[in-house]
């Protein structure tokens, strides 16, 4: 033939991959199990040419991989939650759901139109109540081992996204997400206590000699561990801020009673699904304080009438192990299936960005290393060896 016809051919095929199921992984315990993994895309918006650079690496070394006749695992999901898809959202005048799910049939017809190899079977959505219960759970758990609390600090506050920051979020004293001018601002806020885990996951970086060096060396300035006066040990590294005052986000599974004080969600009630609204946009004070029948409600322990938390979580608590459920993404019953997870995980290949070298990375291994604590995992590191594209 004279030309090509990439669109008709590429199709054809495409269809029989998903009719026979050519890329979900198989039933093989004969073969060499290799959990391959990019980092998860956000559906802010369609995939562009820097996305398909970084998904085109991911599926070469997959298809290299299988053909060393290796059983590949490499599933695809949706970042869903957090700042970027809202922010799109408004930007553009519709509901952060509509925006999203539009943006995720889109990508999803782009990653398919590619022949990209994944393991549809396994998808997951971070803005499905089904995976962010496992947010509550997983903050529950941490909050029983005093590693959540509410503090009031001077916090990072962008004006511009109307939020607090973690320390990772802020570039040269700027937003990562708009650049604009950060502001400390003294705010009630929930803190994850990473801190407890510091000398931890410095160790824990001498066990991943297939880690980029300029990444571990990230980690451990971010970390800064120093010998004081008379022996003293002092750490960089600051608590987790997970709070954000915006509506596109996981609840967080407390109530505020004026008897009982600070009152964890029971976990039979998960989860508590974040509530339709359409005045959401942010004015510095959380949108869901606006929503009465989400906020008035009675204390689990004392039956008297008390007020949900009505901060989010941060996107990033999503994707602090979201590596995990796609193993198990529909076990509604756990976070994960415990055999599922020890089959496939540590991850063999983890491809991302750089930028996420203090921020994601940092937070997946802290939650990793605290999930083995609970002895529901048996290693501490999640991704054996991590590549960055660029």
């Not at 039956?303 to 999503?318: I, K, L, N, Q, S």
Request: proline letters at 7%; charged letters at 20%.
């Amino acid at each position: 033939m004279d030309t090509y016809r990439f669109q008709e051919i590429e199709k054809q095929w495409q269809e029989v991959w998903q009719r026979e199921r050519t890329l979900n992984v198989e039933e093989a315990p004969d073969k060499p199990k290799v959990y391959i993994l990019d980092m998860f895309p956000g559906p802010s918006g369609p995939l562009h040419m820097g996305h398909v650079k970084n998904y085109e690496i991911g599926d070469v070394v997959a298809r290299y991989r299988i053909r060393q006749g290796d059983n590949v695992f490499r599933p695809i999901g949706w970042d869903a939650f957090g700042l970027p898809a809202e922010i799109a959202a408004i930007k553009h005048g519709v509901h952060p759901r509509k925006w999203t799910d539009k943006h995720i049939a889109i990508q999803s017809q782009q990653f398919k139109s590619l022949g990209i190899h994944n393991d549809w079977s396994a998808e997951i959505n971070t803005s499905d109540p089904e995976y962010y219960r496992w947010n509550q759970w997983l903050f529950l758990k941490l909050y029983e081992h005093g590693l959540a609390y509410r503090a009031e600090r001077s916090v990072n506050w962008c004006p511009q996204c109307q939020t607090t920051l973690a320390n990772e979020e802020v570039v040269a004293g700027a937003c990562e997400r708009c650049d604009t001018e950060v502001v400390e601002r003294p705010l009630q806020q929930w803190f994850l206590k990473i801190t407890a885990y510091a000398d931890a996951l410095l160790k824990g970086l001498d066990d991943l000699p297939n880690w980029p060096d300029r990444v571990k060396t990230m980690q451990r300035h971010w970390i800064g561990r120093s010998e004081g006066a008379c022996g003293k040990v002092t750490y960089n590294m600051r608590d987790w801020c997970i709070s954000r005052q915006r509506y596109w986000g996981t609840p967080i599974p407390i109530i505020h009673c004026k008897i009982c004080g600070t009152v964890p969600v029971p976990e039979s009630d998960l989860p508590i699904r974040l509530p339709d609204m359409t005045d959401f946009v942010p004015d510095g004070q959380p949108p869901l304080s606006r929503v009465t029948e989400f906020v008035q409600t009675n204390c689990p322990q004392c039956g008297e009438p008390a007020t949900r938390e009505c901060d989010t979580m941060t996107g990033f608590v999503c994707s602090s192990w979201y590596f995990l459920r796609y193993t198990s993404p529909h076990n509604h019953n756990q976070m994960f299936d415990t055999k599922a997870v020890q089959n496939w995980l540590p991850v063999a290949d983890y491809v991302g960005g750089k930028e996420h070298s203090v921020g994601h990375l940092m937070y997946a291994r802290f939650i990793t290393h605290f999930l083995n604590d609970l002895g529901l995992i048996n290693f501490t590191e999640p991704f054996t060896h991590l590549f960055n594209q660029g």
